[in-house]
């Protein structure tokens, strides 16, 4: 789906990158507040959906090559961040919606979960 398509189902608003809402396609999605966690699992070209507003969380996203950026709970990325992701050219997005609920709707729209394989012995254990 185009971040066009996910700015709309979400009701999101767009922070920066506005002219790639179009253009930039996205099929998988890594919802994450830990960037050790997106920098461990998640891969190349998905969605990062996160919480965190910080000039780190673009930095992370740039250096995975992440599609863009969608921070939900109506949290306001950090001027620093956005200055980052414009010079980087990479869009960020806001919604309201909690982390669960956009992960949900994204979910039932077709878009699927990110997460690079991992060996058994790498797993975090349940117990």
């Known amino acids: 789906m185009t971040l066009s398509h996910l700015k709309d189902i979400l009701t999101a608003e767009v ?8 253009s930039v396609e ?20 998905c969605l990062l959906i996160t919480g965190l507003t910080t000039p780190q969380t673009v930095r992370t996203a740039f250096a995975l090559d992440i599609a863009g ?20 050219g990479i869009p ?14 994204l979910y039932r729209e077709g878009m699927r979960g990110c997460v690079c394989e991992i060996s058994a012995g790498d797993r975090p254990s349940v117990d």
Not at 15 to 22: F, I, N, T
Not at 70 to 76: I, N, P, S, Y
Not at 92 to 105: A, P, V
Request: charge should be negative; glycine fraction near 8%.
């Open 15 to 22: 922070v920066c990158g506005h002219e790639k809402l179009s």
């Open 26 to 45: 996205v099929s998988t999605a890594f919802g994450a507040d830990l960037m050790s966690d997106v920098l461990a699992f998640a891969r190349s070209g």
């Open 69 to 88: 950026i969608l921070v939900c709970r109506g949290k306001q990325p950090q001027p620093q961040a956005v200055d980052i992701a414009r010079e980087l």
């Open 92 to 105: 960020i997005l806001r919604t309201e919606h909690i982390m669960f609920e956009t992960c949900g709707i």
